[in-house]
């Protein structure tokens, strides 16, 4: 194995749902809902493998996901070119891959937020540059991880050349709100940087939230890669349909490097996401609404349990301090979770490049049924 890829030999999620199958623990690691998306979506996918469209379709994306794309990302006020300003990709994964591989020189540096998803700096060494970490950190009163303005402006170098944004964020589940995205813009545009902004948790805000896309700021349009994809707004996480916007020019640099990873993908399933991005957005909201009382319900049977929790604001986690309890090392904790009580969980701390900082923290995954969020709240009481 080269060097390069020596410290991403196998991912947290593998490792965790392994030993929760293996030991018959609630699955809260791996964050994948358990129930299907809208019947129309469905449907459309249905009809399209049977109607034959089961060969390559074209390398940009199906025009008519490309276009319901368009109109969706209209809806923030944002307007891309279906034909030069949007990729579809395999999974939002590919997109940020891509987005590195076209984007980003070896020996450039590219700044993350931490904690990081974990496909952020395996993308990033495998196009041989180097990320920059920069963490959240904790509001005094509420424990709210926001934004480290002044660590990321520290952080921002000679070299730097991109930043790695997400948010709704994975995996504490802190929506940044428009005064941090405007300061992320602020520092884009003084030191010219290219923002690559993951956006998959877009629509799972909660309490009245708004999620504020990087690309809507001003100086931003045009320097911004905006990544989302099907899988966490359609419950459709394993057809992989993802996607890129931006400016042409950069958007063409993606996917120089995406037709080379996969060239295309998810023939059947491209129609299925244009209808849902179209006509399903109803189904969505309740969605959204669906995963707020979840996310209450887990904060609340956590809380009881002896955990300290963090807000979460948005998506499908919340994460949970574990240092009332007793314990040090979360991710300790996480291996013996599934064994001692059958709940599995995620230590943050795999996320980081700052372990030490992060290892009281533990994410869990709500996006499940209330009858299985239910049991892992009877087991995780047994801890106290
Ligand atoms: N970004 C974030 C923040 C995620 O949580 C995930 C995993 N769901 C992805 C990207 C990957 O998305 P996809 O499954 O569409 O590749
Ligand atoms: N995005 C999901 C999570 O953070 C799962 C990703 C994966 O299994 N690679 O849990």
Not at 60 to 83: K, W
Not at 325 to 335: H, K, V
Request: proline share 6%; net charge negative; aromatic share 6%.
């Amino acid at each position: 194995l080269v060097t390069r890829m020596r410290p991403f030999t196998s991912t947290i999620f593998a490792e965790m749902t392994a030993l929760a199958t293996r030991t018959g623990a609630v699955n809260l690691g791996q964050g994948f809902p358990d129930t299907d998306g809208p019947a129309g979506m469905l449907a459309v996918a249905k009809q399209s493998i049977d109607g034959g469209l089961n060969q390559y379709p074209p390398g940009p994306g199906m025009p008519v996901l490309r276009q319901a794309i368009a109109e969706h990302r209209a809806r923030y006020g944002t307007h891309y070119d279906p034909d030069t300003e949007i990729l579809v990709t395999v999974g939002a994964t590919e997109a940020i891959a891509a987005s590195l591989l076209g984007l980003v020189e070896p020996g450039d540096e590219v700044v993350l937020i931490e904690p990081y998803y974990d496909s952020y700096a395996a993308s990033v060494a495998l196009a041989g540059a180097t990320r920059k970490a920069v963490g959240l950190v904790e509001e005094p009163g509420t424990g709210r991880l926001g934004l480290d303005v002044a660590a990321l402006r520290a952080a921002i170098g000679p070299k730097t050349r991109a930043l790695l944004l997400n948010s709704p964020h994975n995996p504490t589940g802190t929506v940044l709100d428009r005064a941090e995205l405007t300061e992320v813009a602020r520092l884009c545009v003084e030191h010219d940087l290219i923002a690559i902004t993951d956006e998959v948790y877009e629509h799972l805000v909660f309490d009245d939230r708004d999620h504020v896309p990087l690309a809507t700021l001003p100086g931003m349009a045009e320097r911004t890669v905006t990544i989302s994809g099907a899988g966490k707004t359609f419950n459709c996480t394993g057809w992989k349909i993802g996607w890129a916007c931006g400016p042409a020019e950069l958007v063409a640099a993606v996917r120089a490097a995406k037709q080379f990873l996969t060239f295309v993908g998810g023939a059947p399933f491209q129609p299925a996401v244009a209808h849902a991005l179209r006509h399903e957005l109803d189904w969505v909201a309740e969605l959204r609404t669906s995963l707020q009382d979840k996310r209450s319900r887990l904060a609340e049977g956590l809380t009881d349990a002896g955990f300290a929790v963090r807000p979460s604001e948005g998506t499908y986690f919340i994460t949970a301090d574990v240092r009332p309890l007793g314990f040090t090392d979360g991710a300790q904790l996480c291996r013996e979770l599934p064994e001692r009580i059958g709940v599995a969980g995620v230590p943050v701390q795999v996320f980081t490049d700052h372990p030490e900082q992060w290892q009281h923290l533990v994410r869990f995954a709500f996006c499940k049924k209330d009858e299985v969020l239910d049991e892992a709240i009877v087991r995780l009481r047994k801890l106290g």
